[in-house]
């Protein structure tokens, strides 16, 4: 069986390969792309072979596996920077804030507002702005619509600076419709950097399509089962 360090420090060297690829056919540097290795997959032990291989950006879906991993005795000596890339629920959020790095989910004003009752002016929650750029139904996710009215209003939400925008594209329709997802996104950004300068990371892309995502102008891609292939469990 091989050294599962070996396997993951491989994975990881393939993908930042064709992430550097992609963002050369799309003449855009490498170094404008933040790779977030997805480690919801597996322990806490495999995700510290992630960060020891050189990935310092970990994300994780669900919040209770977010503190526990960020409070796991694999991580003492270690300071990863966590991404809380999943829904969080209003109830969580004063536990999470002081972990992470950059919440990616915000899919409502409520939770806005919650993130920013648990923050403070010193230290204001890096967060980006969910939007259902698919329309799909069991997606998270504000309308286009509502970010724009959101936008005009965000001085009334203290303690949280919103960095950018994410998405998630379509289940169904393959690589042409997902690249329209990531497009629609990239424009609505655009659109809005006038207004809000600080509007600035669009996180999209994930392992079957952070290329496509990086095309369209990426500057987050959140990938998980290809840095883990080869790995047992997954
Ligand atoms: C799991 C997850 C990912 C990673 O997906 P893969 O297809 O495994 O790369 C990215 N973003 C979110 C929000 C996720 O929940």
């Given at each position: 069986m091989s050294d599962p360090a070996e396997v993951i420090r491989d994975n990881l060297a393939r993908i930042r390969e064709r992430i550097a690829e992609a963002a050369q056919r799309a003449g855009r540097e490498p170094s404008e792309i933040t790779l977030v290795?997805?480690?919801?997959?597996?322990d806490a032990a495999m995700t510290r072979l992630l960060l020891d291989a050189g990935c310092a950006d970990l994300g994780e879906s669900r919040p209770q596996q977010l503190w526990q991993k960020a409070e796991d005795a694999a991580f003492a000596d270690a300071e990863p920077r966590w991404h809380m890339i999943g829904h969080l629920q209003r109830n969580k959020v004063a536990r999470t804030l002081p972990l992470v790095t950059l919440t990616h989910g915000v899919d409502s004003e409520r939770l806005l507002t919650a993130i920013g009752n648990a923050a403070s002016p010193e230290q204001p929650a890096r967060v980006l702005l969910e939007v259902n750029t698919s329309g799909d139904a069991e997606k998270h996710g504000f309308a286009a619509d509502q970010v724009r009215d959101l936008a005009s209003r965000l001085e009334a939400f203290a303690n949280s600076r919103v960095c950018g925008l994410m998405t998630m594209a379509a289940r169904e329709g393959g690589e042409t419709v997902a690249r329209q997802n990531f497009a629609d996104l990239r424009d609505l950004r655009d659109e809005l950097q006038p207004q809000l300068p600080g509007l600035a990371e669009l996180s999209m892309g994930m392992s079957g399509d952070y290329e496509a995502a990086i095309a369209e102008g990426a500057t987050i891609v959140r990938i998980g089962s290809v840095l883990w292939e080869g790995i047992a469990g997954e």
């Open positions: 290795g997805v480690s919801k997959y597996v």
